[in-house]
């Protein structure tokens, strides 16, 4: 809610992820809910993306100053403690309005980000075609005979694929570590502008 005092937010922030502390505290990965959390306090590996980043030929092609790169940082967390409780589905609607296609995607086995939230502020979002996105399906994505997820989408005169709302199959937080498969089939479609069916 943007109407939220920042102390509002600190105290929300303290309060929900106190209580994510009690999932936490059953060893479950947060990230997503069919696995055991084996490498706290991120539960995933990220040991291969560590020592590729951390190499001196990829940080010079990519124009970093040498640095030690880290999966996380606390100090770059904390710069975004006041956005966690923020209302950004305000921030939608005019870029669907200026032609610019959107993919929400989400994995339907993330705890903290679950996909039903996530649809569920889709679904509200107050926009023109609200009452189309709606009402519209959703509809199975297939890949070679298999459902890898749910699709909800909305077209445009300008284009086939205007908004959609994906919910992935068997993927957390990170879906492109939990099917990589099939985030690279998803962000083929999205910039080929196909449709997920």
């Not at 092609?61 to 589905?89: I, Y």
Request: proline letters at 6%; a negative charge.
């Amino acid at each position: 809610n943007e109407s939220l005092a920042p102390l509002d937010c600190d105290f929300a922030q303290t309060y929900c992820n106190g209580e994510i502390g009690a999932y936490q505290d059953t060893g479950r990965n947060v990230y997503n809910i069919k696995e055991q959390c084996t490498y706290p306090p991120l539960c995933y590996n990220f040991q291969g993306a560590t020592n590729f980043m951390n190499r001196a030929d990829v940080q010079r092609a990519l124009g970093a100053r040498p640095t030690q790169w880290q999966m996380c940082s606390d100090f770059v967390n904390s710069g975004f403690g006041q956005d966690w409780f923020k209302q950004f589905a305000t921030d939608i609607p005019p870029l669907l309005a200026d032609n610019i296609r959107v993919l929400i995607y989400v994995g339907d086995l993330d705890f903290i980000c679950n996909w039903i939230g996530n649809k569920h502020w889709t679904l509200g979002m107050q926009w023109p075609k609200k009452a189309t996105f709606n009402n519209a399906s959703d509809v199975p994505w297939n890949m070679n005979g298999r459902q890898v997820a749910l699709a909800r989408s909305v077209s445009a005169s300008w284009s086939p694929i205007q908004f959609t709302f994906l919910q992935i199959h068997n993927a957390g937080h990170l879906v492109p570590m939990d099917q990589p498969v099939v985030a690279g089939a998803m962000i083929d479609n999205f910039i080929k502008n196909k449709p997920f069916h």
